[in-house]
Every structure is written in C-alpha cells, then in structure tokens.
C-alpha cells in the first residue's frame, strides 16, 4: 500500500499557473504508474494525467493536453502535476492516485491508492 499526499492547490486567475505536488510513501511507490485524477462539484471524477513507472509514458486527457504536465522522481517518491494557462473550467479537487500496473491506464478502478485531494479554484 502506498500512501499519498497531495499539495499545491490554491486560488488562481485564469491563465495563470499553479504546480500540484504529491509525496508518496512506501518502498513500492517506483513499481506503478501514477496518476492525476479531478472532480468537479455534481461532476464524475475523470482521469486528467498518468505517467508510467519510469516515466517513458504518459497520457493526458484531451482537456489538459498542452497546458498540463506530469513527471515523477522516483528518488524522492514524488509526482507532480504542472498546470499552465489555466481556465475556470479547471476547478475542482485534484486527487493524486497510485497504479495497480506498471504502465499506463487510465480509470479510477485501476487505481488502488488514493490521496486526501487539493482543491484548485480558478477565477475568471
């Protein structure tokens, strides 16, 4: 079991930039992919980015691709998530999640560990 804790939310105008940071915990953290997970007030949590266990893959959702990067450092059991030009359509809880696999998926059901979550507010 990994535990996670997610940091870097905030308030932001639109266009600005905010990077979300998740410190995990356990020896395994570098076996399993990882990802960044939202959800959005009377909206279903979605899958905004994941990268793999060496960091060679990734796969971003359609509205983030180009503004939104994930990188990992398996040396300090980190993951981040760096948003540009941000849009008010970005606000919601940000949950950083571990994988039950090596590479690449997305759907929360292929995430066992999940992170309390980072609210993200931005402004218009």
Same mark, same amino acid.
């Given at each position: 079991q990994?535990?996670?804790?997610?940091? #870097? #939310?905030g308030l932001v105008q639109a #266009?600005?930039?905010l990077r979300l940071?998740?410190?995990a915990s356990g020896r395994t953290f570098s076996r399993y992919a990882m990802g960044w997970f939202r959800q959005a007030p009377g909206k279903e949590r979605e899958s905004v980015a994941v990268i793999s266990w060496s960091g060679g893959s990734? $796969? $971003?959702?359609?509205?983030?691709?180009g503004r939104f990067t994930i990188s990992?450092?398996?040396?300090?059991?980190m993951v981040y998530l760096q948003m540009n030009s941000l849009k008010p359509e970005d606000?919601?809880?940000y949950y950083c999640a571990a994988s039950k696999f090596r590479t690449v998926v997305t759907g929360g059901a292929n995430f066992g560990s999940?992170?309390? #979550?980072?609210?993200?507010t931005v402004s218009s």
């Amino acid at each position: 079991q990994v535990q996670l804790v997610e940091s #870097g #939310g905030g308030l932001v105008q639109a #266009g600005g930039s905010l990077r979300l940071s998740c410190a995990a915990s356990g020896r395994t953290f570098s076996r399993y992919a990882m990802g960044w997970f939202r959800q959005a007030p009377g909206k279903e949590r979605e899958s905004v980015a994941v990268i793999s266990w060496s960091g060679g893959s990734t $796969y $971003y959702a359609d509205s983030v691709k180009g503004r939104f990067t994930i990188s990992r450092d398996n040396a300090k059991n980190m993951v981040y998530l760096q948003m540009n030009s941000l849009k008010p359509e970005d606000t919601a809880v940000y949950y950083c999640a571990a994988s039950k696999f090596r590479t690449v998926v997305t759907g929360g059901a292929n995430f066992g560990s999940w992170g309390q #979550g980072t609210q993200v507010t931005v402004s218009s």
